[in-house]
């Protein structure tokens, strides 16, 4: 962004061993490149350490563009249609429920409760699995194989992923700690495509049948074609999953709850309405919606003043283009700065404020052409975020539920001095902050008795 502004320039390039890498700062270059001439921008860069080291080679996230792709994700796009909105509402509540009892019990641990739900709904969603409260077999597999993800694609973080050759030095090579790496979160790749795959398997062998994602593909099966591919098919794009919608979902909350310490009065604000329109007799639900435009402004100010993945995931150009008098190269590594699109001064005067108001007329009701500029942060173009519906759903439904029954604020330290947040953020290509402690604690006592009553048998 700083280089763009230096430059005066919305479109900035910059060449690494021989690789074209261009970088799009504003909403008009992304849409008009990644968008209308998504045809030719929508592969993915090659990416060794990952693919072909790591062993994600059979992900959707990084699959080059190509039949592979496009049969994968048309499965992916069926079972997350948009015209089947509540589809996964029923996992969603399950699991936002927990997460209230499990805030009202232990509030320091909001950071592992937030991950927890988001395992949660997703393993529901695609392997029927219910998982453990504390340390998951499955959840503990995937963390790691994912925490390998997240250091890959900083991007420029390895550099075989820029001198291919260098895949082929023996593991014992001096500087080859990333051959020695890889090896070990391939292992954890692995074990994450296998293990709840097969645990789906052989709950339908014993005639256990769990709806979920895998088991709706397996029932779609064409008995006539391969059956044997068509499953290696639902696992990959089961395993995608977890892969693409935990961590994200977790780094929308976080920032979230960062934003409430930082923006009390925003937080207020919600909370009346919230009063206001659910009462206290019972939780918000996805139908409540329409009718707290202010906690939808709030998610959406979360996400731009905080895009979850700042960068996008580079798209790959598969043939010459030209663009503004600026010739762009077949196989150039394309990047949409999400985080400078969010920030531009044009769009959203004073940027770096959080102020859900902007995304509302003066009488509170949303500005409905603000949807578009929300979507950037799910990427562009064939490869947009094909789990955007259900990210926002689960996203909306926690931050809603939070602000109903929770207040959460700065914290109190031991000697009676209020322990700040510094607002940093860890450097990897979904934006966490850095860990922060802060204060959660029950609404009245009336809402204490409905998040128990919602989580115990009767
Ligand atoms: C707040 C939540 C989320 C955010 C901000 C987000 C953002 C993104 C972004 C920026 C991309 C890259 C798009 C591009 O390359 O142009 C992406 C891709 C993807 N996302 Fe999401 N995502 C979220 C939640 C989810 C969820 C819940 C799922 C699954 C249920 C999911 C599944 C995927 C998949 C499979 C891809 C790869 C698509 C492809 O390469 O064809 N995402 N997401």
Not at 71 to 85: A, D, T
Not at 287 to 296: E, F, G, I, R
Not at 385 to 412: N, R
Not at 422 to 430: L, N, Q
Request: net charge negative; hydrophobic share 35%; glycine share 6%.
């Amino acid at each position: 962004m700083t280089w763009s502004q230096i430059y005066n320039s919305d479109v900035i390039s910059f060449n690494t061993f021989g690789t074209t890498t261009i970088v799009l700062n504003s909403r008009e270059a992304a849409t008009e490149l990644m968008e209308k001439r998504s045809r030719i921008y929508s592969s993915r860069p090659p990416a060794p350490m990952l693919r072909e080291l790591m062993g994600w080679d059979w992900t959707l996230v990084f699959q080059s563009y190509g039949s592979k792709w496009q049969e994968r994700r048309k499965l992916f796009v069926k079972e997350f249609n948009v015209s089947q909105p509540d589809r996964h509402r029923p996992q969603e509540m399950k699991a936002v429920t927990t997460l209230l009892e499990n805030l009202s019990h232990t509030p320091d641990d909001f950071l592992a409760h937030l991950r927890y739900m988001a395992g949660a709904i997703i393993m529901e969603v695609a392997y029927g699995i219910e998982i453990l409260p504390r340390g998951d077999p499955y959840i503990e597999t995937a963390s790691r194989a994912l925490d390998g993800v997240l250091h890959a694609t900083v991007h420029g973080a390895f550099w075989v992923d820029y001198l291919p050759v260098l895949q082929y030095i023996p593991d014992w090579f001096p500087g080859a700690s990333f051959k020695r790496k890889a090896k070990i979160w391939k292992e954890y790749t692995v074990e994450m495509l296998n293990k709840p795959y097969q645990e789906v398997m052989s709950h339908l062998a014993s005639g256990n049948i769990i709806p979920c994602f895998v088991y709706n593909c397996l029932q779609n099966i064409n008995n006539k074609k391969d059956i044997a591919y068509q499953e290696t098919v639902i696992q990959e794009v089961a395993g995608n999953l977890y892969l693409a919608g935990t961590d994200t979902t977790v780094a929308a909350l976080s920032s979230f709850f960062l934003a409430m310490v930082q923006n009390p009065e925003v937080q207020r604000k919600a909370q009346e309405d919230l009063d206001r329109v659910v009462g206290s007799g019972r939780l918000p639900n996805h139908d409540d919606q329409s009718n707290l435009p202010y906690v939808t402004a709030i998610m959406y100010e979360v996400l731009r003043t905080q895009p979850v993945v700042p960068l996008v995931v580079p798209h790959y150009t598969t043939e010459d283009d030209y663009y503004n008098g600026y010739f762009i190269p077949k196989n150039s590594v394309v990047i949409a700065n999400v985080w400078a699109i969010d920030h531009d001064e044009e769009r959203y005067p004073d940027p770096n404020t959080f102020n859900p108001s902007r995304w509302l007329t003066p009488n509170g009701s949303m500005i409905k052409s603000h949807r578009r500029d929300i979507m950037v942060n799910f990427g562009f173009g064939r490869r947009i975020c094909p789990g955007m519906h259900m990210g926002l759903s689960s996203v909306w439904l926690t931050i809603a539920s939070v602000l109903s029954t929770f207040d959460i604020s700065e914290k109190i330290g031991e000697n009676g001095k209020i322990v700040g947040v510094t607002g940093e953020y860890k450097p990897s290509s979904h934006n966490h902050p850095t860990p922060f402690e802060c204060s959660i604690k029950v609404r009245p006592a009336k809402y204490e008795k409905l998040i128990h009553s919602l989580s115990t048998p009767e």
